[in-house]
Structure formats: structure tokens, C-alpha cells
């Protein structure tokens, strides 16, 4: 499976912003996908995660009730809706994803991913 990110940008604290990872090669397998994120001088971590079916959705806790994780499956894109953004939300957002059996479940740790894709940067200015 090949991940593209895109639409990351500049947005002023406060703002909305809404990231896209496009998925190609054996899409036909079920797989579910997940965002990570690293901002400078951090380690990667965890934001978020949607299972095959996209009935199943998990949050980091610094992004709970703020970013919106969805899937248009006819379309093999994953979104991440990001808003009332913070300073300490830039980083460099990665989509990543795993071929799986179950239906409904989400994958949280950088371990259980198999494919990433090249990352997308969102700046948010103060």
C-alpha cells in the first residue's frame, strides 16, 4: 500500500484545517489506518486512528473533540479534520496504515503500522 498526505499549510491559532491521505496498491485488503504526528525536536506520536469500516475512531487525548478522523472508502481517502488549532499542534503529519482482518479495530501504536506515507507540515502561527 502506497500513502500520500496532503493539504497541510499555514493557519492561524484558532483555525481549521483539514489533512488527506490518499491510499493506493491493494486497497482491495482490508486495512486501517492511522496519524501520527512529530513536531520539531519531538518523537512521533500518536493522534489518531479509524478502523476499516470507519465505525470505530480513536483520539489522542491532546486532539479529542478537536480533529475529526473520516474515511471515503469508495474514494480510498482518510481524512483528518483539524480545528481550533494550537501552536503546539505544528508538526509534520504522517499517515500510516495496516492490513487487517478485523472490521472494526483501531490501531494506535507506530508498531502496528506497516506503510507510512511522507508526511504533510501544518504550521500553526500564535
Known amino acids: 500500500v502506497q500513502l500520500q498526505a496532503s493539504g497541510g499549510g499555514l493557519v492561524q491559532a484558532g483555525g481549521s484545517l483539514r489533512v488527506s491521505c490518499a491510499t493506493s496498491?491493494?486497497?482491495?485488503?482490508?486495512?486501517?489506518v492511522g496519524w501520527f504526528r512529530q513536531a520539531p525536536g519531538r518523537e512521533r506520536e500518536f493522534v489518531s486512528a479509524i478502523s476499516w469500516s470507519g465505525d470505530n475512531t480513536y483520539y489522542s487525548d491532546s486532539v479529542k473533540g478537536r480533529f475529526t478522523i473520516s474515511k471515503d472508502s469508495a474514494k480510498n481517502l482518510v481524512f483528518l479534520r483539524m480545528a481550533s488549532l494550537e501552536p503546539e499542534d505544528t508538526a509534520v503529519y504522517y499517515c500510516?496504515?495496516?492490513?487487517?482482518?478485523?472490521?472494526?479495530?483501531?490501531?494506535?501504536?507506530?508498531?502496528?503500522?506497516?506503510?507510512w506515507g511522507q508526511g504533510t507540515l501544518v504550521t500553526v502561527s500564535s
Open positions: 500510516a496504515a495496516r492490513f487487517t482482518s478485523y472490521l472494526d479495530y483501531v490501531y494506535t501504536r507506530q508498531d502496528d503500522y506497516h506503510y
Open positions: 496498491g491493494r486497497t482491495g485488503n482490508m486495512y486501517a
